[in-house]
């Protein structure tokens, strides 16, 4: 008698499941610099120590969710973990700056509280909506980042903010304006949506 090989039972676990612990730890990383940046800011030690904090944040930021891709294991609740570890950290960075260039937040106070209104805007929207924050992870969004993070180390590592830290303000507002139009266009909420083109299209499809 011929016996079929049974491949599920040769084959074993798949061998990437063994590193999907990396991307958790690296958004936990970021979200763990949050309150180590608020200790540095608050024993007044050199900001230079806050600017790697930054840089150690911006890589695990853009690693995290190319290796959840490549694992195939990006879900909703790990997007959404990323979108509060981002929240903490950059909190505490903004905290971290008042303390200790309260100049450079002064200089910029009109644009700070136009960012901070529509992050609680988005907010307050998203939990009314969906009873859940969003987790977009635009476009705009990703260059917002890369811009705010090499303003924030410009800020702590050389005291200087100038027009860099203008224009990652000003992306700021553009990225959360455009969060806020994508939940008013999405009937149902979902993540990872690119830009609110995407948004628009995701809505013709439901509605078709």
Known sequence: MRYSKDVSASS??????????????????????????????????????????????????????????RLRIETALLRR????????????IAWAAWRLYPQAIRENAAILIGVFTLEIGRYVFDFAKFHREASYH????????????????????????GWLLRVALILGIVCNAEGLAISMVLPQWTHDVPSIAHALRLRRSTAG
């Open 138 to 161: 635009m476009l705009s969004s990703k260059l917002w980042g890369l811009v705010l993070g090499a303003a924030t180390m410009a800020l702590f590592a050389f005291g200087t903010s």
């Open 12 to 69: 074993g676990p798949d061998p990437k499941s063994r590193f999907s612990w990396v991307p958790v730890t690296l958004t936990t990383v970021r979200l763990l610099l949050g309150p180590a940046v608020v200790g540095l800011a608050w024993n007044n030690l050199p900001g230079a120590w806050i600017a790697g904090c930054a840089l150690i944040a911006i890589v695990s930021d853009i690693y995290d969710g190319i290796i959840a891709r």
């Open 81 to 92: 973990y990323d979108s509060v570890a981002d929240t903490v950290f950059y909190l505490a």
